[in-house]
């Protein structure tokens, strides 16, 4: 029996990739869009029951943050504001979602006063729940 040794070796196997990562983009984004939808929990084959005396039920608001820089100027949403515009802002917010909350990050080095003076602002504007935003203390003996 003779073999022959001229013939042309097979053409290396290859393993396309393109495709590969097509479908597993799709795949992630169908798990991120069912994930949203699953958030959300709805059956389509209930039919609820009306009530006179149920609300609708609105997501928490998101809060109002209000940065006291050294110098005492302030600022909402990275633009400096005043006094007097602040109040009105607040206002025109505790209107829209009477449960608004605001948190106020203040430097270190202001004025206590200016700080009591911003917690008057949101009192007088009608907001009740005011947070404060502070940093954790490093951890002892080591660096995070």
Not at 25 to 44: K, Y
């Amino acid at each position: 029996m003779k073999f022959r040794s001229d013939r042309a070796a097979p053409p290396p196997l290859n393993f396309n990739v393109t495709s590969f990562v097509d479908i597993l983009m799709v795949l992630v984004v169908f798990m991120l869009v069912s994930w949203s939808a699953a958030r959300i929990e709805s059956d389509v084959g209930i039919n609820l029951p009306t009530s006179s005396s149920s609300v609708p039920r609105n997501p928490a608001p998101a809060p109002v943050i209000i940065n006291v820089r050294a110098d005492g100027t302030m600022a909402v949403n990275r633009k400096e504001i005043g006094d007097d515009d602040l109040v009105g802002m607040l206002g025109r917010l505790v209107k829209l979602e009477p449960a608004q909350v605001a948190v106020v990050r203040a430097d270190r080095t202001v004025a206590y006063e200016r700080v009591l003076k911003i917690l008057d602002y949101c009192r007088e504007a009608g907001i009740t729940q005011v947070g404060f935003s502070a940093l954790m203390p490093p951890k002892p003996g080591g660096s995070e």
